[in-house]
């Protein structure tokens, strides 16, 4: 088994629209259906809302809980209002890792460019509502307050260079991480068939490596949250 097979875009129904390749890939695919996973889940447990929740609401709440808590304990109040998409962009990151789990299934986050993308929306956004809420102000993030305007010629591009490439480093961390990780528990997987005859102690390797890949799914959710979370922070309240 082709260890990066799970990570090639495939063509399901091809699609032109005014002479737009708008084909139907299963990276699209799979986007489309954690979408539709994550509506379901929520749908389904708080189907019905009671004061003493049920195990399916209490499900669906709990990481909503723990993720606005996150989001107030890095932004302050001031978080609050965008915790749905801190939230949206956990979900979507956190299920695109695990699906990939699965054999024969398709990894969206490990293509650069769907993390990019994604990284680039919450840029682009935190970038807006720091120019919205503070003005001109916003430009102090590239200069502090208390520097020497002596060091200006040089800290100014460093903090520019740094802030431009928030959204990069964001994508590629998740996009290594993701790549490495199923990568080689793809590549564990075919050597367990292979030493099936040494009994279970393969196959048990494989399942505590692939716990710990469940672990990784949910740790780099959570730092593409947080960090999210930390960049939004400047917008919010600045240097």
């Keep these: 088994m082709d260890p990066l097979a799970q990570f090639q ?27 539709f996973l994550v509506l379901l889940f929520f749908k389904w447990g708080l189907r019905h809302l009671s004061l003493v929740p ?47 789990l699965f054999p024969y299934a398709f990894t969206i986050t490990g293509q650069l460019i769907v993390n990019l993308t994604l990284a680039l ?25 208390d520097v ?16 431009i490439s928030r959204p990069v480093s964001l994508s590629v961390r998740l996009f290594v991480n993701m790549l490495a990780g199923h990568s080689m528990m793809k590549i564990i997987g075919t050597f367990v068939i292979m030493m099936g005859p040494l009994g279970i102690v ?24 947080i960090l999210s979370c930390i960049y939004l922070n400047d917008a919010l309240q600045g240097h």
Excluded: H
């Design 54 to 100: 049920s195990r399916w609401q209490s499900a669906a709440e709990l990481p909503v809980y723990l993720l606005e808590k996150m989001v107030q304990e890095v932004n302050g109040v001031q978080g609050v209002p965008f915790v749905p998409m801190i939230c949206s962009a956990f979900f979507f990151v956190f299920l695109g890792n695990v699906l990939g």
């Design 148 to 163: 020497p305007w002596v060091i200006a010629p040089v800290l100014v591009p460093i903090e520019v260079i740094s802030y």
């Design 202 to 225: 393969p196959m048990v390797l494989n399942v505590i490596f692939t716990g710990f890949e469940l672990f990784i799914a949910f740790l780099q959710a959570y730092v593409f949250s």
């Design 9 to 35: 875009v495939k063509t399901l129904f091809p699609l032109k629209f005014l002479g737009i390749d708008i084909s139907i890939t299963n990276s699209s695919a799979y986007m489309i259906l954690i979408t």
């Design 121 to 145: 929306i919450l840029f682009v956004f935190a970038t807006a509502v720091g120019l919205y809420r503070q003005g001109v102000g916003y430009m102090r993030i590239f200069f502090p307050k």
